[in-house]
Every structure is written in C-alpha cells, then in structure tokens.
C-alpha cells in the first residue's frame, strides 16, 4: 500500500508511531538545496565504516546540527516528540544530520535499524526529510515495517517529513531514474530504562 504524507497513517495502535510532519515551504528547501550544492560529499558506508554497495549506495555529507536549517528540523522534531512520543531526547547523534544523495540509477539502502547503542545514549527518533520533487526521480521509495511487521511504502515530496522510531526496520528502495535528495537525522536521548 502506497502512503502519501497528505494522508494520515491510521492503524490499531499505531498512529503515533509514524509520524507525518506538516510541509515545510518550497522556497526554504530551495535555499538549503542551494547550500548542499557546496557539501563535500562521500560515498556512504555501513556501520564500521564499510562501503558495501550491495547494502548501501548513495552519497552522503554531514551537516553541523548548528546550521539553521537542521535546527528548524529538530524544532519539528521536539514538537512531533512532545505530543507523539514523549520520549528524553538531549540533541543529534553525532550533532549532526546526514545529507543523502542517490544520485546513479540503483542507488538504494537495505532493510536496517537505525537505532545504536552508546554507553549512556541511544538514539531514539529518525527524521527523514525530503528535499527533492517527486517528478526529480522515479523508484526511491521509502518502507517501514511496523511493529505488527507490515509494510507501509512512503512517496515523500519535497519538503515532507516523516518521523518514526530509530528502531523499526526501513529501506529505499532501488532509483530507478533521477535524483533523489534527503536529510536524516537521529534524535538521542538517555538510555531507555
């Protein structure tokens, strides 16, 4: 089943657990489009710093969680944790966002977890926000399997938000055509007790 973020996910019990965020206007993704033209960018690794691109191929670039446009994110992000989740949240992982590029066709991620353990954090929401029109690309999709284990595929248009658990299972699927551009970032907290 195919999910818009004009449409809200209704399901037992779980409707606070994927979160769609209000579109954040055009003309301020164009403008933090027009930074990331600048972004010194890398090819994306796994967890140990791997570069295996039968899991994982895209781009990728760290942004400064100082920077003014991940700062209005994580204002959505509080916002989002407040009335959904209520969860002890203490900044980003890293105190950065992840800038994703997939820019050649078959550029995807594989089903996998954001969630990791630190000694005395753990990250606890994932944002993804898009930054690119849905007419720039074709495929790209993103899945998330919820706690039920279903499926739920996500068409996010620029300048929609989607904010879930680091721990469920989700994936991009295979870009067929195009650009895709995103930014993700890991909301952090103290370990949960």
């Known amino acids: 089943m195919i999910r818009y973020l004009d449409q809200t ?8 657990m994927i979160n769609l965020l209000p579109k954040i206007p055009e003309v301020v993704i164009d403008a933090f489009n027009k930074e990331a033209e600048s972004f010194k960018l890398e090819k ?3 967890e140990q710093g791997d570069i295996i691109e ?8 760290w942004v400064d969680d100082n920077n003014w446009f991940i700062q209005l994110i994580y204002g959505k992000l509080m916002i989002c944790n407040k009335n959904f989740y209520g969860f002890e949240l203490t900044g ?16 995807h991620y594989k089903w996998h977890v954001d969630i990791i353990n630190k000694p005395e954090e753990v990250r606890k929401l994932t944002i993804i926000t898009a930054l690119s029109d849905l007419n720039d690309y074709q495929g790209g999709a993103l899945l998330i399997k919820d706690f039920d284990g ?21 994936k991009v699927t295979k870009v067929k055509k195009g650009v895709r551009k995103s930014l993700v970032g890991w909301a952090i ?4 007790k």
């Not at 907290?189 to 949960?192: I, S």
């Open 9 to 16: 996910l209704r399901k037992k019990n779980q409707t606070f």
């Open 44 to 46: 994306a690794s796994i």
């Open 54 to 61: 039968s899991i994982r191929k895209s781009k990728i670039s």
């Open 92 to 107: 980003w992982d890293s105190n950065a966002c992840q800038f994703t590029l997939y820019d050649e066709e078959g550029s």
């Open 150 to 170: 279903q499926v739920n595929k996500y068409l996010l248009n620029k300048g929609e938000s989607i904010v879930f658990p680091s721990i469920l299972f989700h």
């Open 189 to 192: 907290g103290p370990r949960f």
